[in-house]
């Protein structure tokens, strides 16, 4: 079978290389085009990218796939599949159903729930206690189409969004590989969505970071884990914005006001408007690098009583 992959960065990365080491033939790859990143600027290649040089794969990188070249290209490939994980652009109906078999996306959240750019931070903000990834065939809506293949894992108290990020990425590789297998075989048992059970995941903006502690300390410690490695809450400590990286819910108890630390030792125990506290465990100042709180007490004094901020 002549596959097409569409698909841009980490996350998209095991699930080529899956198709790989299965033995599927693989006869080009389309990614986003070379972006500059650093300091220097310097232009930088996607992950997949880089994956599909190291595997001597075709790289195709059209600024868009609205174009009449984008469809010449995959008409020359003549694949039989094409299959798009986070690839990062809007696929027009001919590109779609080119392909004999048209093509199928993996989509990290358990579908209908979560469709859209950003279903694992919002799995973690909204405090789910499950996420996954479904396999399904690619309409024009918004990860509307038929579903194939489902596999779940569990979301535990501190994981952040980074860290289900990479278990979705490798369990995504496992669905892909068994989807693949089973329209080999003639298996697959499309089911459409339910759209009375579809919520929407949209794209994470910096307005989010600002934390409000006057929610409960659960929707807090959410929103911290949600929002790490990107874009980061962030706060005001007197008078200067940090970002919090990462927190756990607190056994501390105190009458204090929302915001107020109540305790500094070893972590910074915030009050939230449930009465109930976080501990804030790795921090960073505007300009430096991240640390744990444990280390960034050992340089700075933070007196007890003092309100974290919005900011």
Known sequence: MRIVFMGTPEFSV??????????????????????????????????????????????????????????????QLNPDLSIVVAYGKILPADVLYAPK???INIHASLLPRYR????????VIN?????????????????????????????????TAGELHD????????????????LKNGELKPVKQNDDESCYAPMLTKELCPVDFTKSAQVVHNSIRGLSPWPVATAV????????H?????QFTSQAQAGEIVRADG??????????????????????????????????KVEIGTIMERG
């Open 14 to 75: 095991p699930c080529l290389e899956r198709l790989v080491s299965d033995g599927e033939e693989v006869v080009g790859v389309f990614t986003q085009p070379d972006k500059p990143k650093g300091r220097g600027y310097e232009m930088a290649f996607s992950p997949v990218k880089e994956c599909a040089i190291k595997h001597n794969i075709p790289v195709f990188q059209p600024k868009s796939m609205k174009t009449g070249e984008a469809l010449e290209i995959l008409k």
């Open 101 to 103: 078999y048209n093509s």
């Open 116 to 123: 859209g750019s950003a279903p694992i931070q919002w799995c």
């Open 127 to 159: 405090g789910e206690k499950e996420s996954g990834v479904t396999s399904m065939l690619m309409d024009e809506g918004v990860d509307t189409g038929d579903m194939l293949i489902k596999d779940s894992v569990e979301i535990t108290e501190n994981m």
């Open 267 to 300: 972590a910074l125990t915030v009050m939230c408007g449930d009465g109930k506290c976080v501990d804030i465990t790795e921090i960073q100042l505007e300009g430096k690098k991240k640390m744990s709180v444990k280390d960034f007490l050992l340089g700075h």
């Open 246 to 250: 990462s927190s756990v819910l607190s």
């Open 237 to 244: 400590l007197d008078g200067k914005k940090v970002k919090i």
């Open 167 to 182: 278990k979705l990425s490798e369990l995504g590789a496992e669905v892909l590989s068994k989807t693949v297998r089973a």
